[in-house]
């Protein structure tokens, strides 16, 4: 039998999660979570990346704590969370980086997110993530709360300075109710608004959110529940993105504009986006976002 678009059993030397014949799914390692499955198919190949889920435990392991020690675990509704662990494997722990920075865990026991407050709540995520890739996406599902004070709130932020306007990568609402996805591929590059849509972001409304700068394909857009609803090419430069490291790199913050949102999870890639409907379907079921 020819097995065909394995993306994981052990084919080829690589661990499998399922196997499919003619397009049908013909073998599936049943012993394997969701996640797991998510987190072979993204990351198995060696792509850079992350996964930050926000439930005290996921799959047996605790992986939200109070403190940078990671010593006093998170357990219940109202817990602070200083450190939300990297699912991929890679270690790329999302960290507040002060205690009052942390945003507070919230459940009703079926679901799971963390509350950011707008005012300095965020994290300090991998600086690597941007560096020497193809392409970066990000896909979240998150609820914005309110848009005051300022008029960028981000999802993700990678910057190789200090100001909005030195972003490498970032994905954000502008106003009310515009996506972007933004940046440069290289540092001497110029800032690139790259695309952008209004009348996308509802308050209120939990929403599957990405954007995607395919720096080898000179290409950005963004994507709400599933579906593309902007681009622009050609976007930035072509080719590889820069080699150093970004300066800065946030979850829930750009600049000195800090989000007011409900935080369901995400997931990051440094690569082209071929497995984006995955991972907005995985964020999907666990924020119950229908696609």
């Known amino acids: 039998m020819r097995f065909a678009d394995s993306l994981g059993m052990h084919i080829n030397g690589k661990d499998a999660i399922e196997a499919r014949l003619n397009g049908q799914v013909v073998w599936s390692d049943q012993s394997l979570s969701d996640l797991d499955k998510l987190i072979?198919?993204?990351?198995?190949?060696g792509l850079k990346g992350a996964v930050y889920i926000p439930r005290?435990?996921?799959?047996?392991?605790?992986?939200l704590w109070q403190d940078a020690d990671m010593t006093v675990p998170v357990a219940a509704d109202g817990d602070p969370v200083r450190v939300m662990q990297d699912l991929s494997g890679a270690g790329r722990d999302a960290i507040a980086p002060t205690s009052a920075a942390r945003a507070i865990y919230k459940?009703?026991?079926v679901s799971h997110k963390l509350l950011f407050d707008g005012i300095d709540d965020h994290y300090v995520i991998s600086k690597t993530m941007a560096q020497s890739v193809e392409g970066l996406w990000v896909s979240a599902a998150i609820?914005?709360?309110?848009?005051?004070n300022t008029t960028e709130f981000a999802v993700a932020w990678f910057s190789k300075g200090d100001s909005s306007s030195a972003t490498r990568f970032r994905l954000n609402a502008i106003?009310?109710?515009t996506l972007q996805c933004a940046g440069r591929r290289l540092d001497s590059d110029g800032f690139d608004s790259g695309a952008f849509t209004s009348d996308i972001i509802v308050r209120g409304e939990p929403a599957v959110l990405t954007g995607s700068a395919e720096y080898i394909n000179q290409?950005?857009?963004v994507r709400k529940n599933g579906v593309e609803v902007n681009r622009k090419t050609p976007f930035s430069t072509q080719?590889?993105?820069?080699?150093?490291?970004s300066q800065e790199a946030f979850l829930g913050r750009i600049a000195n504009n800090y989000s007011n949102m409900e935080f369901y999870g995400a997931v990051f890639q440094g690569a082209t986006g071929e497995s984006i409907g995955d991972a907005e379907q995985y964020l999907a079921d666990i924020s119950g976002v229908v696609l």
Not at 40 to 45: A, D, E, R
Not at 57 to 63: D, R
Not at 143 to 148: D, K, R, Y
Not at 239 to 245: K, L, P, W, Y
């Open 143 to 148: 609820n914005f709360l309110s848009f005051a």
């Open 175 to 177: 106003n009310s109710s």
């Open 107 to 109: 459940t009703d026991g």
């Open 239 to 245: 080719g590889i993105s820069d080699a150093a490291a």
């Open 219 to 221: 290409l950005s857009l």
């Open 40 to 45: 072979q198919q993204l990351y198995g190949t």
């Open 56 to 63: 005290p435990v996921v799959n047996s392991s605790q992986v």
